[in-house]
């Protein structure tokens, strides 16, 4: 058997694994649920090898036709239940235990190694009997294997956003791989900020797929500043925003949201979040394509190519979906190819010195 074969669950649009085939893994099999995603996988890994493998569809339907004995097993499990932007429900929600249900599954599968990737919420619940930490590695446990984890921010290894993450590191007890030996070092490398991301894409590249703004958005995206949201000029203080929108010619517009004769503005601050382009992107989160981040000179949110961009997508894939909104949730879903590809070249130095 190759030394280099990998089982990828939850694989979305393919950020995790693109950076393993790159590296030289094999993927045996992948399963994503959503058909656009299982579209736009195929469309861009067909550049690299035959796509077969990928299988389509709930999980659950696929447990027994895993390859079995592979080198590593890889993948994001659903993370709504876990995100601090989420419903917090943990465990309780289905997705939650998908996380539960792929550690269980481990012992059929019996890969060598694992990877598994999450947000940074999985680790903020309270102890207790029901903290989603405790009861997982109680699980991975009894599944025969040992992991470490660690939550990393992808900025200080090579990705160009302040994206923070968790990673499991496992392998079967006693294999004598050492697990602290997987963990990448911190990346030498500074972080871009977005204006060299930006201007790094070539000129016609950048793409006209974006989010068309609602009322809210057409009129005060045009008088929030580069690093501001619709919270910070809440605080301006009335005389400001009243001179902002004067200054676009927007306060006698029919359509501006009034409360007693004064601009209202939502207190909803992510809902136009206007990126600086001088410091390193925030964490790529679009809340299903409805809030975009802000272009930070121009009116209107990023494009799916920009957006591709800062969470480290090659400028060559592309993202398929008939509704604008599943394009940016797969950016938003996927672990960005640079980090995935420090992960596989880590454990490819592991692998080889065991040689």
């Not at 490398?189 to 977005?194: E, F, M, P, W």
């Not at 703004?213 to 580069?226: K, Y």
Request: hydrophobic fraction near 35%.
């Amino acid at each position: 058997m190759s030394t280099k074969t990998v089982v990828s669950l939850f694989t979305g649009a393919g950020g995790l694994d693109l950076g393993f085939v790159k590296t030289g893994f094999e993927i045996v099999f992948a399963n994503e649920l959503e058909d656009f995603a299982c579209e736009t996988y195929k469309y861009n890994f067909s550049k690299y090898h035959d796509t077969s493998y990928l299988k389509c569809g709930d999980l659950e339907n696929y447990w027994n036709d895993i390859p079995k004995n592979q080198t590593l097993l890889i993948g994001g499990p659903p993370c709504q239940s876990f995100s601090m932007a989420g419903n917090r429900k943990g465990l309780d929600h289905s997705n939650g235990n998908l996380f539960i249900s792929t550690v269980q599954h481990l012992p059929l599968i019996n890969p060598r190694l694992f990877i598994l990737e999450n947000v940074q919420g999985l680790l903020t619940f309270p102890d207790g009997d029901n903290n989603p930490l405790q009861i997982i590695l109680s699980e991975i446990t009894k599944a025969g294997y040992e992991c470490i984890y660690k939550l990393f921010d992808l900025s200080e290894y090579g990705v160009n956003q302040r994206r923070k993450r968790v990673i499991f590191f496992g392998k079967k007890i006693g294999d004598p791989i050492n697990l602290a030996g997987l963990v990448p070092r911190i990346s030498s490398t500074s972080a871009l900020n977005v204006d060299h991301l930006l201007k790094a894409i070539p000129a016609g590249l950048e793409g006209d797929e974006f989010s068309k703004p609602n009322n809210v958005q057409r009129i005060f995206g045009q008088i929030i500043a580069p690093g501001e949201n619709l919270n910070s000029i809440l605080r301006l203080g009335e005389d400001e925003i009243k001179n902002r929108l004067l200054r676009k010619g927007l306060l006698d517009d029919p359509k501006l949201p009034l409360e007693n004769g004064k601009p209202r503005i939502p207190k909803r601050g992510q809902d136009i979040q206007r990126l600086d382009p001088y410091k390193v992107a925030p964490t790529m989160c679009f809340n299903k394509g409805t809030t975009v981040h802000w272009h930070p000179w121009i009116n209107r949110s990023l494009t799916v190519r920009e957006a591709a961009t800062i969470q480290s997508f090659p400028f060559d894939f592309e993202f398929k979906g008939k509704k604008l909104e599943d394009k940016y949730l797969q950016i938003a879903n996927a672990v960005p190819p640079v980090f995935s590809e420090v992960l596989a070249k880590q454990l490819l130095t592991i692998l080889n010195e065991e040689k």
